[in-house]
């Protein structure tokens, strides 16, 4: 039996609602999959807001598993990239009767490396972090799984600190000249996607798709007919990291290695390649210990250092000499091909990081605890990704809870070059007016003073202690999710689950059982993460979330839009800010049977003009700010 429409699917006697139990009629969900289904038809460009509890999801995976067109799926994780294979579209297909051919691909460093591993498992530092019972059972494994996707493998986690030794990248990668390119497994997953139906992939691997095109080294990705992106808010600040070049202390360090590592099997005469490389790594230590304390910051800042610009000077003389001799030994050992590749390849990034600046482009330096980047990044991404979809061709589709900002889509249109698609918006079907209040605490001093943070703690601890815990606590920044979790710790017997102190996945799955608990996370618990029913009854928000204006990539954006006389605080940082604060309050609902308060405690959301931009974004929730009538939303809880 096949269904012809999308909207047959969806209707109250459709394959949809035959088959899952529970199955609801809802007419946003219904209308966006129909809009779906005609942007695939139509190979046009749509946007689509759907509130939390529309059912985006089914809404677009009917129409793209509907479709004759080759259709990708990318989503923001590798989580949801899984939940989508193998939970929400075997239902989906079942329901259809579909026999779509599904595949699943992510990024190489997800699977496991023949070459590689075969190539480290002997090395001295692979003996040191890991047992010779764990290799095995890593090598037994290899030999079973159909995909080598690590993910399946339970000690994978264990094996962290060897990730890289035994998968690939796109600079290590031997290719075809692999001795084991014929049981390759992303040879073998990128073959399967190809003929392929439907694909699932994240956003990440599109991306490193487009470099890949970009740079002339062939493609990942199949010429699909449609691409339709989930979490698409995440999409702007992807295309920044994507359509920047960036070279690094690791990849200095790794190609150095490799190199030796190589040298070992197939040259022991380039007695200078070990010369050469031990300097590289030298040379590239002593460049992070002269960058200093960790930071971002502009090149150009950082250029007026002697002992900065000495280093990398020094680095990149080295790459050259070895770049040299990697010529050289490549003419007589072709194994050594792709390092020279590499080098060069890390030669020009040197150069578009550290050289004379392109045109509308920062350069800048984040400079962590044992590694550095030097990176190039443009200063709008729109033209860059317009071309890609002009490339590419067929129907593009965007899909979020969270892509306007006042009801309208100019960021994320303009931001990403997209000014002929169509914006649609379907509001949340659940009842924020009964289901939910949103509380503003009076009288908070303003959010960047010292005391800012116990006097929000102490506004919130009698709220706390009417919802019995049962609380998330979003903070902006990591000091003061600190002080909030001292000042808790002092002041409640509530259960606290606290981010930096177990995994994400661990803390979540405790929370949701534990009565009374709450949860301290910053900027990883704004999104993505679901906690449905009584568990979790009130969000506190510390801060409006606007990014760091010390940030050099944005620094530079607002100085560009100032000098074209625009305002890039309103169009840039009120946007972002709009977004995220959009993503933690939808922490809150997730269910037709969820009820709780929501507190924004930041006072520039009343005080400042802007904040009606905040207001006017949210979803309609009564407000209030009187904490009597925030306790009394809890009252009924017989707890
Ligand atoms: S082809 Fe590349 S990824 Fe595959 S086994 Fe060889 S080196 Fe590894």
Known sequence: MSY????NCFSADGPLASYIEGFAVRAGQQ??????EQAIDNNSQLICEAGTGTGKTFAYLVPALLSSSQVVISTGTKTLQDQLFHKDIPLVKSALNSQADVALLKGRANYLCWYRFELHRKSYEFSQVSSQAQLQSLADWATTTPTGDLSEVLQAEALTSVWPAITSTNENCVGQECAD???CFVVKARRAAQEADLIIINHHLFFADAVIRREGFGE???EAGAHIFDEAHQLPELASLFFSQSVGHLQLMEL???CQNEAVEAAKEFVDLRRLTEQLMQQSNDLLFALGEEQRRPWQQLSQQHGVTKGVESVRLTLQELSQLLTEASKHHTN???????A??????LQATTGQAEEDTVQWVEIRRRSYGLNATPLSVGRQFQELLETKGGAWVFTSATLSVNGGFDHFTDGMGLRTAVCERWES???YSAQALLYLPKDLPPPNSHSYTKSMMTAILPLLKASHGRAFLLFTSYKALKESAKLLRAETDYTLFIQGEMPKSQILADFRTCDNAVLLGTNSFWEGVDVKGEALSCVIIDKLPFASPSDPVLQARLEAMSQQGQNGFMQIQIPQAVIMLKQGVGRLIRDEGDHGVMVICDPRLTHKSYGKIFLRSLPPMPVTHDINAAQLFFSDDPR
């Open 220 to 222: 990942l990705l199949p």
């Open 336 to 342: 050594f091909s792709p390092y020279l590749q590499r």
């Open 256 to 258: 150095a290695r490799d």
């Open 344 to 349: 060069n390849s890390l030669l020009n990034r």
């Open 429 to 431: 079907p659940f009842d």
């Open 181 to 183: 390119y014929q049981r």
């Open 31 to 36: 209308d966006m999959a129909l809009a779906i």
């Open 4 to 7: 012809q429409t999308s909207a």
